[in-house]
C-alpha cells in the first residue's frame, strides 16, 4: 500500500505563518504533501526555513492589497494554481474591560481582522473562481459566537465567521469550498503576549478540558478541512475550543 499526504500535490498560501496556529499550520500542510507559500508580517522566512523543500516566504501587510494580490499572483505564477488558502492572520489588541472606549483600537482591529481577510479572499478567489476549484479557511474564534473579548475584537470575529457564510454559498456552485476554524485558547505568540502563567491557569480552567490547546491541534483540524476529505463541508466555522463553546 502507497501512503499519500492529505495534501498531496497541492499548493497552500498561509497568512500568519510565522507564529503560532500559523506556523504549525504550514509545517502540518508540508507534512502532508503541500507546496507552501508562508506569509505574515515578521517570521515567515523562519517558518519556510524550517519546513525547507517547497516552501518560500513573503513579509508582507494583509491590509496592503497590493502586496497581497502580488503574493497570490507570483504563488500562480510559481505553482499553476491555488488550491488552499488559510486566512489566520489577526490580531487581538484590546482589553475586554477596558477599552470600550478605544476607536482606534476597534478600528484598528477591523482593519486587519476583517478587511485584510477580505483583501486576501478577493485575490484568492480571482484565481480560484476560473479554475472552478480551491478550499478557503478562514480563522475566526470562539469569539465569533461569544463576547468574551474586547468590542473590536468580538465583531471581527462574529464578521469573518459571517465573511466565511457568504463567501461559502456565492461560490459553492464554482467548487470551491469556505469554512472557519474557531479556536479556543491556543498557546502561541499571541496567548504569551497576552496572559501571564497565573493568568494562563485561570484561561485553562475556563474551558471543560482544564487545559489550553497546543497550535499543532488546531493545525490539524485545519488540514483536514482544507483537504479532500472535506468534500461536502462548506460554510461551517469549526470550534475547536475544548468545549469551551458547549459550556
Ligand atoms: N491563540 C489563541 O488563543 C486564539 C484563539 C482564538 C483565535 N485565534 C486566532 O488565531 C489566529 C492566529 O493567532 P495566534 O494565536 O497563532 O497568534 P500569533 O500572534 O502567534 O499569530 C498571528 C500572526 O499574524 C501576523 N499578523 C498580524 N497582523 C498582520 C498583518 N496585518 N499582516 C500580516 N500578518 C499579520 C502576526 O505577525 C503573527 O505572526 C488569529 O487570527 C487569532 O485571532 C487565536
Redesign the pocket.
Known sequence: MTLVGMLDGKTAFV?????????ATCIAFAREGAKVLV?????AEETATAIGGDAYAVT????DHVAVDAAVDGLVARWGRIDIAFN?????IENKRDHWDRLDLFDRTME??VR?MMICMIAELRHMAPARSGSIVN?????GFSGIAGPG?VAS?HAVVGLTRSAALRYAEEGIRVNAL??????????S?RHDPESLKVKARANPVNR?AD?EELAEAVVFMASDRASYMTGHPMAVDGGFLAA
Open positions: 497568512t500568519g505563518g510565522g507564529s503560532g496556529i500559523g506556523r506569509a505574515d508580517l515578521d517570521g508582507l501587510d494583509i491590509t489566520n492572520a489577526g490580531i487581538n486587519v481582522n485584510g480563522t475566526a474564534s470562539t469569539a475584537y470575529k474557531c479556536p479556543g485558547a491556543t498557546f502561541g505568540g499571541m496567548m503576549k489550553i497550535p
